[in-house]
């Protein structure tokens, strides 16, 4: 079992930027793949993007020219880099863990562990 812990979420003005963290523990061993995902509600949650275990990184289209995934497996965390940021923006941030199917990085269904989330609010 792997358990995620997002943080870093807070209220920022437009233009700003964030940094999310996740924090995997447990069988850290199992995990292929670390994804993020946003959502507002009453909608769908969102792909951001994703990273595997060589470091190899996706993103959705609308948001790689703002958004940057890293991580650092000797702490077995993962982050997101949001910069110019806009209330477009605003949402629960989650991450989640898990072994997606070639091309479906952004499908909830193929993580099988998340984090609990952490709201960003942009105003």
């Known amino acids: 079992h792997v358990q995620l812990v997002e943080s870093g979420g807070e209220s920022v003005q437009a233009g700003g930027s964030l940094r999310l963290s996740c924090v995997a523990s447990?069988?850290?061993?199992?995990?292929?793949?670390m994804g993020w995902f946003r959502q507002v509600p009453g909608l769908e949650r969102e792909g951001i993007g994703s990273?595997?275990?060589?470091?190899?990184?996706t993103y959705a289209d609308s948001l790689k020219a703002r958004f940057t995934i890293s991580r650092d497996n000797a702490k077995n965390t993962v982050y997101l880099e949001m910069n110019s940021l806009n209330p477009e923006d605003t949402a629960m941030y989650y991450c989640?863990?898990?072994?997606?199917?070639?091309?479906?990085?952004?499908?909830?269904?193929?993580?099988?562990?998340w984090g609990q989330g952490t709201q960003v609010t942009v105003s």
């Open positions: 990273i595997d275990s060589d470091g190899i990184t």
């Open positions: 447990g069988a850290t061993q199992d995990i292929g793949c």
């Open positions: 989640a863990a898990g072994w997606p199917a070639g091309g479906m990085w952004d499908r909830t269904s193929e993580y099988k562990y």
